[in-house]
């Protein structure tokens, strides 16, 4: 079998998302599965939730235990709703749930390149979009260990303080400008400096240290 990574992401505000909704005004949903009719260009999915829905009129009840319950609902194909950015670039999910609103997507994709590919996608048309993890299935001995950082865990200011650092040679050796020649071209103290340098480094060895 041919390697590839498996992300997991996370999306805020997924518009057009029926599942997110319900998450939204009901409790978290489980065990999302979707079916395609390319015939008539319906997509039929069915969803789990620990309670009973009241006046959701396009959704069907089609199994209850009386804690848990199973709905399935119809959309077009073609709506815009995240799976479907997902897939269109040739990736296929492989788990969806959602919870206050908010979308938790995993698929998989076969590089790094494509990974991108998607991700950037999904921040043209959503916002809140995250990435939660990436695993790598069959890993070489000797292939370099993937990591995917997400800058957007950066604020605007701590990116800024980062890029000028690296541009000014703050972090070669020998240093090419002291914290002080940085914090000056930044208009800012060298403690401001030094709180968003350490800030923006602890996010990123976050990302790249996580287990």
């Known amino acids: 079998m041919a390697s590839g990574i498996r992300a997991e992401v996370s999306i805020r505000e997924p518009s057009v998302c029926r599942v997110a909704a319900v998450s939204a005004d009901y409790a978290p949903v489980e065990t999302v599965t979707r079916s395609g009719h390319p015939g008539d260009g319906k997509v039929v999915g069915e969803f789990s939730i620990g309670e009973e829905l009241d006046g959701e009129d396009d959704l069907e009840e089609v199994y209850s235990t009386g804690t848990d319950h199973v709905y399935r609902f119809t959309r077009d194909c073609g709506c815009g709703c995240v799976c479907e950015h997902v897939e269109r670039h040739g990736c296929p999910v492989r788990d ?4 206050g609103g908010v979308i938790y997507l995993t698929f998989y994709v076969s590089d790094v390149e ?3 590919a998607v991700i950037t996608d999904l921040r043209d048309e959503f916002d809140g979009v995250a990435v939660r993890r990436l695993t790598r299935s069959q890993p070489c001995e000797d292939a ?3 990591v995917f950082v997400d800058r957007q865990s950066l604020t605007d200011r701590q990116r800024e303080v980062l890029e000028t650092a690296h541009q000014q040679g703050y972090f070669a050796h020998p240093r090419d400008a002291n914290a002080t020649e940085v914090a000056d071209r930044l208009d800012i103290t060298r403690s401001t400096f030094a709180e968003h340098l350490a800030a923006a480094q602890r996010k990123l060895l ?4 996580a287990q």
Do not use: P
Request: net charge negative.
């Open 206 to 209: 976050d990302d790249i240290l």
């Open 96 to 99: 969806l749930r959602a919870e």
């Open 114 to 116: 494509s990974l991108r």
């Open 144 to 146: 370099d260990d993937l």
